[in-house]
């Protein structure tokens, strides 16, 4: 890790990031000296070389004001965000995309009383917003307000806790500390990894909310797989995810080389390799790919951290599935099925959006549909049916299944089929894109206002039947569609009623 810069200087932050450099120009202009402090990760990432879209700042004044008119004043928004303390939200768009800004009173008696109650020393540095810009530069670290000495302990290249209550007040840190570990290549004091241990079964009472936001934020980078493994020695996993517990030593058949839970980290790291790269593997829609994987879903989460949990649960369901027959062989029937119920559950336990729930469940819950294709025969209306059971998922299906195959490393698992496999879901990558360009002869509002449908479910499935029939050139017009819906939906009543 290299040394820490000895001081800072305007002009170069300015050069860097442009932004930032105008927001603490304004700034400086709006307060004092010893009033506004930025704070947290923006510093700490800036010291160590990096630049981050957020910043905080702590003020002596009314940060509510001085949001408002720093937000008015650079073209921003400006919302409240209400929680252990108000929190007033700056969101502005820059030269690289939005810019967020978190305004706070100062917490307690002083600036040094609100530093001593955040997670790590790390995050426990202030600098002057007026002097840094009015002075044009600042000494490190002599004129940060650091009581805590986290300029020291970055430098050095260590995580430690604030106070020995640091993770007794909010365990979610715990799972902060071991992202901080792996993004930031710190090693963790002993005493703070002693009482991230100790107070790991404290988690479980943790509002989900807070778990999800930690979550995400630790599946948004690559090399989750290494921050899992720490969970799982610190046995944190148990109490933040305890359905993943009992897949550590659960064996697998031939087409495996590595126990479940081994090869769920593998999966992610090959998940991390498409995220990072899908035109190694998937050339001709890498674009598409890309796209669709840095849309958000939820928030301000991309897609890829929530394909990424999809992976971390793709095989939950094999603890619950696991059998052997009379020759020895281990099988998972339906496993598949259980993982989507599981996330499903987790989905709630964490408050997650329903957008959210419903993109975990369908991509876990198909993740072996491709698999069963294949297995098959492959004939054009296999592919039409494929895709249109797939649907807005089935690229994200072919994400997952095919970093679930490359971790496949068996003696059954041949290089052959898995260049099957890869050709096949190219196939299918093509063949959606023809599907998107056909429209759709029926919408959801056709099958209320036309056959007297109430919004649900069933017009889901119906509207899929329909579909297929037009992909499949079994049906051309508007009206044929509509006389085909009208008799799925007549058959539906009458098994219903006969039943």
Known sequence: MKSLPHSLRYVELAARDTTMGEIIRFLSGKVSAEQLYLVGGYLRDYLLGGLTRD???????????????????LGGSYFTLRGDGQIHR???????????????????????????????????????????????????????????????????GILRECHKETFLQDPVRIMRGFR???????????????????????????PGERIA??????????????IFMDL???????????????????????????????????????????????????PRHARKLKERLDGTLQDQFPRSAFLRLAALFHDVGKSQTFSRDETGRIHFHGHQGFSEEEVRRLSRRLRLSRRSEEYLSRVVGMHMNIASVLAGGVTRRAILRLINRLGEYTADVVLLSTADRMATRGEAATPESLERYIEFCSQLLEEQDNVAATPPLLRGKDLMDNLGMEEGRAIGELLSQVRLAQLEGRIESRKEALELARRLLRDVKEKGNSG
């Open 55 to 73: 910043a905080d700042f702590v003020y002596m004044g009314d940060p509510g004001a001085l949001a408002k008119d720093t937000a008015q004043a």
């Open 180 to 206: 901080f570990k792996h993004l930031l290549g710190l090693e963790i004091e002993e005493r703070t990894l002693n009482h991230m241990k100790k107070y790991a079964n404290m988690v479980a009472r943790s």
């Open 232 to 282: 799982a020695d610190a046995v944190l996993l148990r109490y933040l995810a305890p359905s993943l517990s009992p897949l550590m030593g659960l064996e697998q058949n031939t087409y495996h080389h590595l126990d479940v839970w081994r090869h769920t980290l593998l999966t992610l790291d090959e998940l991390d390799r498409l995220i990072d790269d899908p035109a190694s593997v998937y």
């Open 90 to 156: 700056v969101t502005l768009r820059g030269e690289e995309g939005f810019f967020t800004l978190d305004f706070s009173r100062v917490k307690g008696g002083s600036l040094e009383e609100d530093l001593s109650q955040r997670d790590f020393t790390i995050n426990a540095m202030a600098l002057d917003v007026w002097k840094f810009y009015r002075w044009g530069e600042t000494a490190l670290p002599r004129d940060l307000v650091d009581k805590h000495y986290g300029w020291r302990d970055l430098n050095e």
């Open 213 to 226: 936001v930690e979550l995400l934020l630790t599946l948004t980078y690559p090399g989750t797989s290494k």
